[in-house]
T-cell receptor, first 114, second 113 residues
């Protein structure tokens, strides 16, 4: 596989459930990101990991918990979500610093909280 | 803070029409500018970019010129196709990395045959 792969593509969960989103990149990048895409709103950056360390958390509620065990994998652990958390969650990766630092995005996980 | 404002959609055109999607930005310093495209059911793909004033990014018949004097980066295509139907996002970054990407709200484009 190449590029950035996200699983699952679709997820429906109740407000009391715990689930995890997975992202994997095969591009040799050293930075990974989670974005939230809600209807009629700009993409919101949630978390940034650079060299496996979290470097930015844009005031995201604690019911979202990221994990980056290595430079190729990124998880978003979800618990006690609210219906307004329903959105498309996009993962991206890039090579921080250097000439070609273009961001590559996965296809996203469509999350519905019921 | 930095921000991007895009032309509101949705935009509907006939095949072979000329396309312009306006994008203006507010930023300190000299950001890099990007257009991303999101096809139905897909993630975002980089369409084109420009890293300094007067640069023109181009790809797949789309073009955009970095205009510092008007703080704009309008997307244009001379003759659109049905396959261009997608959501287009203008974005900026103080550097080329994604960690500070600031996106506009997106413009949905539909091309009718």
């Amino acid at each position: 596989e190449t590029g950035v792969t996200q699983t699952p593509r679709h997820l429906v969960m109740g407000m009391t459930n715990k689930k995890s989103l997975k992202c994997e990149q095969h591009l040799g990048h050293n930075a990974m990101y989670w974005y939230k895409q809600s209807a009629k709103k700009p993409l919101e950056l949630m978390f940034v990991y650079s060299l496996e360390e979290r470097v930015e958390n844009n005031s995201v509620p604690s019911r979202f918990s990221p994990e980056c065990p290595n430079s190729s994998h990124l998880f978003l652990h979800l618990h006690t979500l609210q219906p307004e958390d329903s959105a498309l969650y996009l993962c991206a990766s890039s090579q921080e610093r250097g000439v070609n630092t273009e961001a590559f995005f996965g296809q996203g996980t469509r999350l519905t909280v019921v | 803070g930095d921000s991007v404002t895009q032309m509101e959609g949705p935009v509907t055109l006939s095949e072979e029409a000329f396309l312009t999607i306006n994008c203006t930005y507010t930023a300190t310093g000299y950001p890099s500018l990007f257009w991303y495209v999101q096809y139905p059911g897909e993630g975002l793909q980089l369409l084109l970019k420009a890293t300094k004033a007067d640069d023109k990014g181009s790809n797949k018949g789309f073009e955009a010129t970095y205009r510092k004097e008007t703080t704009s980066f309008h997307l244009e295509k001379g003759s659109v196709q049905v396959s261009d139907s997608a959501v287009y996002f203008c974005a900026l970054s103080p550097d080329l990395g994604a960690q500070k990407l600031v996106f506009g709200q997106g413009t949905r484009l539909t091309i009718n045959p």
